[in-house]
């Protein structure tokens, strides 16, 4: 149990280390450098989803991928709507997203951030969920590490931004800590719904999945493929996916 604990918190204080940026580092995080820790994350999260949830998901169902295809599309389908309901700004964007709101631009940033943060919540959830069903504990606590090391870069990229707009330096740490939040939130949540439909956790694994590829393809690929230094960006893409892959079969 204590190992699942520090499993599930382990992303939150990774998130709370990297906002924790915003004390050291000037206002702006420099060009080359956030288009290489955007492409880690994406690196991450990508070999996450598919060597930790989709290839475990297809096999925990005796090697069909039915599950998997429809657990995957009702992830996206699940962010797609989130993202259509919630008024929402991404990082660097001047229009919002979503509905009309009369929130602050901080408060924009925020969810963005927090919508963002729900499917890495649900992944290590999931990971964990499925340790009754084959997974070891040492690959899942491989996905929360895994996962916490690419919100350290997250955190100072949403910090750092916070800050930028006026924010103190304070606030901005405070922020980005708390967008962190959801993360132990959705893994409880699916931990518990897995708990009762035990027999759906091939669904749920490819769900979170899902969900994950969903951020990286909406907003992490469209902001490293923007203005110069892309090629930082595909060099932190491959370091991500390889370390992620990596920890993923040393542990599974």
Do not use: C
Not at 14 to 20: F, K
Not at 99 to 111: E, I, N
Not at 222 to 240: D, M, Q
């Amino acid at each position: 149990m204590s190992a699942i604990i520090i499993g599930i918190l382990l992303p939150l204080v990774g998130t709370m280390l990297g906002s924790a940026f915003v004390f050291f580092m000037k206002k702006e995080i420099p060009d080359r450098l956030q288009k290489t820790l955007l492409g880690f994350a994406s690196g991450v999260m990508v070999a996450a989803s598919v060597w930790s949830l989709l290839i475990p998901s297809i096999d925990m169902a005796g090697e069909s991928v039915l599950s998997a295809a429809v657990g995957f599309l009702a992830g996206m389908g699940f962010l797609l709507l989130i993202d259509e309901l919630t008024p929402h700004l991404h990082l660097g964007a001047q229009k919002a997203e979503g509905p009309r709101s009369k929130l602050s631009r901080t408060a924009m940033l925020a969810l963005a951030v927090t919508i963002h943060n729900l499917p890495e919540g649900m992944a290590v959830g999931v990971v964990f969920a499925g340790e009754a069903q084959g997974l070891t504990l040492s690959a899942a606590l491989a996905v929360s590490i895994g996962i916490a090391i690419q919100n350290i870069p997250e955190g100072a990229i949403i910090s750092m931004p916070m800050h930028a707009e006026g924010n103190s330096r304070w606030r901005s740490f405070l922020i980005g800590s708390l967008s962190g939040v959801v993360e132990p939130v959705g893994s409880v949540a699916i931990l518990l719904l897995a708990s009762v439909l035990g027999i759906a956790l091939p669904y749920l694994l490819a769900f979170a999945a899902g969900a994950m590829m969903y951020v990286v393809v909406e907003e992490l690929i469209p902001e490293t493929a923007e203005g110069r230094h892309t090629n930082l960006s595909t060099i932190g893409f491959a370091i991500g996916f390889v370390l992620m892959m990596a920890m993923d079969v040393l542990f599974g």
